[in-house]
């Protein structure tokens, strides 16, 4: 999955006597574009909580059109249950979800380099590349097992 860690502004919402950046980042998963809304507290120091919904589209621009299609009150429900299904793991999600982003980039190297599209030395050294770095992820995976946050 391709990130290229630009999130749009989309709203800014008002909830609880707090008030939350909403932000969409938008990746391409090898088929379609998909977006997800983030919620950022100003007074965070974090990316912010996502939105397990997804806007998926055929470019980059038709995944944001949809987010910001959104209505305050749509928003607002789904910051609820963003925050609803808060995950608890922080730590082991982000490593888990590094690991799956590793694994499909390999697959990925795979393919391209079966279809003619990479030479065999260059595919060769970039699957031991992330083989190594599979590894260390998997490494550290013990030291975020059971913490929250």
Known sequence: MVDDNV?????????DGRRFNVSCRVAFDGIEYVGRLWFADESWDDAGL???GAFPGRTREEALALA?????????LRYRRALAEKRRFVGLRRA????LGKI??????AISMRAGLLDSDGAAAEI??????????????????GLEG
């Open 96 to 99: 888990t979800d590094e690991i």
């Open 7 to 15: 999130q749009p502004h989309i709203a800014t919402l008002e909830y």
């Open 50 to 52: 996502p939105d397990r």
């Open 68 to 76: 910001r299609r959104l209505t305050s009150q749509e928003i607002l």
């Open 128 to 145: 031991d590349l992330t083989e190594r770095q599979l590894h260390e992820i998997i490494e550290k995976l013990k030291n975020f097992a």
């Open 104 to 109: 499909r980039y390999l697959n990925q190297v």
